[in-house]
């Protein structure tokens, strides 16, 4: 079974503009879970689909979105970027929201 | 709200000995999973083991062992005949139980193994 991919893997923005980022998770699994990883803030979940449907959201403003689509490929947006949003992204999928999650191999976002 | 702490930032071992990794948590749920994840240089997290507070008996997989004492919420992985690709970041994480809804995961700040011939 193919694992959870993620695209871009790589990605350089400036300040101002707007990035979407794509996750598709595991054959199967319907919930999505989006997380983001500075060394000054460690991990810090920023919300979770499942069937589409938002279930859970983290402490993020309102510029991070997300939503998920009927065949369960998530995508996430930053709109007006800031410095502080350079960060590693990391998507994880899983059955449902009480069975383990896989990760992604992330995005690693640069705003200059 | 729930937190995971991980005391110790760095840790060394020589190859084929055994460490200990260490993690407290606090929560006031009785219902919850812990794990411990290893992100090495690559950046992909790895699931390394898993534990349901439920169960008495503590995971093991293959060399990788955990002590789980839910009345201390503590909950330490120890690696056994370490191996040079071992050396990555592990994390603590929690998550509660929840039906319905999602629960997310609880990282704590990670501790870097570094493994020596």
């Known amino acids: 079974k193919a694992g959870v991919t993620q695209t871009p893997r790589y990605l350089i923005k400036t300040r101002g503009q707007q990035v979407t980022l794509s996750c598709s998770p595991i054959?199967?699994?319907?919930?999505v879970s989006w997380y983001q990883q500075t060394p000054g803030q460690g991990l810090q979940f920023l919300f979770e689909?499942?069937?589409?449907?938002?279930?859970n959201k983290g402490n993020f403003p309102g510029r991070f979105s997300g939503r998920q689509f009927s065949n369960s490929r998530s995508e996430m947006n930053v709109s007006t970027l800031e410095l502080g949003d350079s960060a590693l992204y990391l998507c994880?999928?899983?059955?449902?929201?009480?069975?383990?999650?896989?990760f992604g191999p992330g995005t690693r976002l640069t705003v200059l | 709200a729930q937190t995971v702490t991980q005391s110790q930032p760095e840790m060394s071992v020589q190859e084929a000995e055994t460490v200990t990794l260490s993690c407290t948590y606090d929560?006031?749920?009785?219902?919850?999973?812990l794990f411990w994840y290893k992100q090495p240089p690559s950046r992909q997290m790895i699931l390394v083991i898993r534990?349901?507070?439920?169960?008495?008996q503590n995971a093991t997989e293959n060399r990788f062992s955990v002590n789980f004492q839910k009345a201390a919420k503590s909950f330490s992985l120890k690696i056994s005949d370490s191996q040079l690709g071992d050396a990555a970041m592990y994390f603590c994480?929690?998550?509660?139980?929840?039906?319905?809804?999602?629960?997310?995961?609880?990282f704590g700040t990670g501790t870097r193994l570094q493994v020596t011939l």
């Open positions: 994880a999928s899983s059955l449902d929201s009480n069975n383990e999650q896989f």
């Open positions: 054959s199967g699994h319907r919930s």
């Open positions: 689909y499942f069937s589409e449907t938002q279930r």
């Open positions: 929560t006031s749920e009785s219902d919850y999973y």
């Open positions: 534990q349901e507070a439920y169960k008495q």
């Open positions: 994480a929690y998550r509660r139980v929840m039906t319905g809804t999602a629960s997310k995961l609880t």
